[in-house]
């Protein structure tokens, strides 16, 4: 197992901001990210840190199995679960990846996670994620905001998956790295000549 959960925190968070009690957001009074509307009975005025992350944990990072899909794609599935619902992220990570989009990430989304090469897969979920933001109504008033969200989350998501951590899923190895040193190996028991 691993987990990238405070590292994709961290980027929800930065993109999220403190408290904010927009009239026109429909989430209305909201801190890091956290809305009264979704938490009732949540303090959102004296919101912590550590609550902020044991809600994302409990019902966003969980539920789109952040610690089990490869680095980059679980951030890629977890902002988007928060800013646009856990099922509309899972299903775009899933739809990327090719596999059948139900919105609940099992074992053959993991399976396809673990197979596919990150960058595509990210570019991929990212612009489906964009395209329906802008079908909202309030992408005139959010759209630029959103866009640089959604951009920001790409990158560093592609950054993550070129990362290799301990206990973290490693992007495969190209072939042409094993072709060329099949190569080499031959050359030199054959004298160089192909």
């Avoid at 987990?3 to 801190?31: I, K, M, Q, W």
């Avoid at 789109?64 to 679980?74: E, F, H, W, Y």
């Avoid at 897969?121 to 992408?139: F, M, N, S």
Wanted: overall charge positive; charged content about 25%; aromatic content about 8%.
């Amino acid at each position: 197992m691993k987990s990238n959960f405070d590292r994709c925190l961290a980027e929800v968070l930065r993109h999220e901001g403190g408290y904010v009690n927009d009239p026109h957001d429909p989430g209305g009074e909201t801190n890091m990210g956290i809305s009264k509307r979704s938490y009732p009975n949540e303090n959102i005025k004296s919101m912590t840190r550590a609550r902020a992350a044991e809600i994302y944990r409990r019902d966003y990072w969980n539920p789109v199995r952040g610690d089990d899909l490869p680095a980059g794609m679980d951030l890629v599935a977890f902002d988007a679960a928060v800013n646009s619902g856990v099922s509309r992220g899972a299903k775009w990570l899933q739809s990327a990846l090719g596999v059948p989009a139900d919105g609940k990430i099992g074992p053959a989304t993991l399976a396809a996670a673990r197979a596919a090469h990150p960058e595509a897969v990210i570019d991929r979920a990212t612009g489906a994620r964009l395209a329906w933001l802008r079908t909202l109504k309030t992408w005139g008033r959010y759209g630029k905001g959103w866009t640089r969200r959604v951009e920001s989350v790409r990158e560093e998501a592609i950054a993550m998956s070129k990362v290799t951590t301990p206990n973290a899923t490693k992007p495969a190895a190209p072939s042409v790295g094993i072709i060329a040193a099949l190569l080499a190996l031959f050359k030199s028991m054959f004298g160089g000549k192909s």
